[in-house]
């Protein structure tokens, strides 16, 4: 069965620091790595998409890179700012077991501190 | 305006009574899903559709119901079988299982 899991489960910056969140899973046979970013008490939005057969994205000030073989995903955050706080969630699709369905990790909560 | 919406925004169920969340989308999605999110979790699958009348059950279906009547429609009800059925329910759409999911505000419930 896929798991996923986020490291640190919390983390607090002050503001303009550039930042990483990190991302691992157990089964390598996936289709893709989503981000998601949650504001409290609000739905998911989409923030970077990487394909398996790609090894990074990017968007802005987020960079997303992807290592399939070994299981794990950075979300690089640069100059970070106040208003990138939030909940910052993974998902994979796929897994031999999961299909295309997308399995979460619990997510890394952001403070940026001004 | 394109997007997903769900209804109402806050719901409240009585002990023994079953409620239904709504979850429509104007994207012209083939798949759509319903998640539960519980306090400092992340999501888990209750169940989802890949087409018109026809759904399969997620990770966690059971006291959980659905109904793929329509394309755009994807009602899930809560049912006086699930016992533990406070959390932030979230549905999501996409155009094909293995693109990216897009998601609706979500409806909170609450046990009266």
């Known amino acids: 069965k896929q798991e996923v899991t986020q490291i640190p489960a919390a983390l607090s910056v002050p503001e303009g620091e550039n930042l990483v969140l990190n991302c691992s899973f157990t089964?390598?046979?996936?289709?893709?790595l989503q981000w998601f970013r949650q504001d409290p008490g609000k739905g998911l939005t989409s923030l970077l998409l990487?394909?398996?057969?790609?090894r990074e994205q990017t968007s802005g000030r987020l960079n997303a890179s992807l290592d399939k073989s070994s299981g794990r995903s950075t979300l690089y955050i640069a100059a970070s700012q106040p208003g990138d706080s939030a909940t910052y969630l993974c998902?994979?699709?796929?897994?031999?077991?999961?299909?295309?369905?997308?399995?979460f990790g619990e997510g890394t909560q952001l403070t940026v501190n001004p | 305006d394109g997007g997903i919406t769900q209804s109402p925004k806050y719901l409240f169920r009585k002990e023994g009574q079953n409620v239904t969340l709504s979850c429509e989308q104007n994207?012209?999605?083939?798949?759509m899903y319903w998640y539960r999110q519980d306090p400092g979790q992340g999501l888990r699958l209750i169940y989802y559709?890949?087409?018109?009348?026809?759904?399969q059950k997620g990770d966690i279906a059971e006291g959980y119901s659905v109904s793929r009547e329509k394309k755009e429609s994807f009602p899930l009800t809560v049912t006086s079988a699930q016992k533990n059925p406070t959390a932030f329910y979230l549905c999501?759409?996409?155009?094909?299982?293995?693109?990216?999911?897009?998601f609706g505000p979500g409806t909170r419930l609450l046990v009266l």
């Open positions: 089964d390598s046979a996936i289709y893709n």
């Open positions: 559709s890949q087409i018109v009348n026809d759904f």
């Open positions: 990487i394909q398996s057969s790609q």
């Open positions: 994207l012209n999605h083939d798949a």
């Open positions: 999501a759409s996409g155009e094909l299982p293995q693109e990216t999911q897009y």
């Open positions: 998902a994979v699709c796929g897994g031999e077991t999961s299909g295309s369905r997308l399995t």
